[in-house]
């Protein structure tokens, strides 16, 4: 039997990625596109691109940044090749390691761009890039469940169908319509028409990113930031989308949030996420417990969310996008 979901937590269907650009803040966009030129079976490329643009008072647009990541894993998610425009040699450490389990610890280890999370290079579109590869392996898979007929698709990836779920996140918690009595997933999902990032009247909103052809995911994420008085306002979009046979994209996890911060000391005084499009009914009530961050600081928030929306407490996909607030300090500091 499901767990019971307020109305007013469900989710409210895709939307636009970007409002219009705000005289006055800085806006970090984010993307990263995983395809599969081999099919299913074969390596899985991630082309990801990070850009931060900052809108002046008269409306003028300036790069203040901008990052590229070229990865190349194998069919068991074993990084095969690894790169990054910036050219830094300290990660191709990461070359036979996992890009899912373990790899930010194996990460904060080569220091690449501040990859211990902690100083003014945790905050740089590389570090949000590199930090972001597990959860975007993590849900690149889903891509091919369109492309594939389910039964197939469950046969090629018997290790995740057969997978006990039970508490991983809020929706596989115990109870959850998610889970089949022996805790495996229950593989009907509930995914809508994406609204597609580029559909803004705006040729600066996003940044140059991938337009791959055929079965392909991408991850994106927006932030942008501005001042006004003693607070720190944020506003902010995060899409999981894959491609469609027929064409078009279709949205797996999609948020939008705001946010407000004390611009002095960097506290959180609010966040307010709302659930676009999620898989399982239980999904949006892991906005629930958000309310934990209030008053943490936001260069903190890499590490408490992972400590206060652990397992059936968090979204994983929710608390990729609250982490991500950790740069809001730095985006901030553009604007002074």
Request: glycine share 10%; hydrophobic share 40%.
């Amino acid at each position: 039997m499901a767990i019971p979901v307020p109305e007013a937590l469900k989710p409210r269907g895709s939307v636009a990625s970007a409002p219009a650009r705000r005289p006055g803040s800085v806006r970090r966009t984010v993307t990263m596109d995983f395809t599969w030129p081999d099919g299913m079976e074969g390596d899985t490329v991630l082309d990801g691109r990070a850009r931060d643009l900052r809108t002046g008072g008269d409306g003028t647009a300036t790069v203040l940044a901008a990052a590229s990541l070229r990865m190349v894993t194998d069919p068991r998610r074993v990084i095969k090749e690894v790169s990054s425009a910036a050219g830094d040699g300290a990660l191709r450490g990461l070359a036979g390691e996992s890009a899912m389990s373990g790899f930010r610890r194996r990460l904060a280890a080569t220091g690449v761009a501040g990859a211990t999370g902690e100083g003014t290079a945790a905050g740089t579109p590389l570090y949000q890039l590199l930090d972001d590869v597990p959860g975007a392996t993590l849900v690149s898979g889903a891509a091919w469940q369109r492309w594939y007929d389910m039964d197939r698709y469950l046969e090629i990836k018997a290790d995740v169908a057969q997978r006990v779920m039970t508490d991983v996140c809020t929706g596989y918690q115990q109870g959850s319509s998610a889970l089949q009595p022996d805790g495996t997933l229950r593989w009907r999902q509930d995914r809508r028409l994406a609204v597609d990032i580029d559909a803004v009247d705006d040729d600066l909103a996003w940044h140059h990113h991938a337009h791959p052809d055929g079965v392909a995911m991408r991850r994106a994420r927006r932030i942008d930031v501005w001042l006004a008085g003693p607070v720190i306002h944020v506003d902010a979009f995060f899409q999981d989308s894959s491609t469609l046979p027929e064409g078009g994209r279709v949205s797996i996890h999609e948020y939008t949030l705001t946010a407000e911060a004390d611009l002095e000391t960097g506290t959180v005084r609010a966040v307010t996420p709302v659930p676009r499009v999620l898989p399982y009914d239980e999904c949006p009530l892991a906005v629930v417990n958000v309310t934990a961050l209030a008053g943490l600081p936001l260069s903190g928030l890499r590490g408490a969310v992972l400590e206060r929306l652990r397992g059936p407490l968090g979204c994983t996909h929710l608390n990729d996008m609250l982490r991500a607030l950790t740069a809001v300090p730095a985006l901030a500091r553009q604007l002074s």
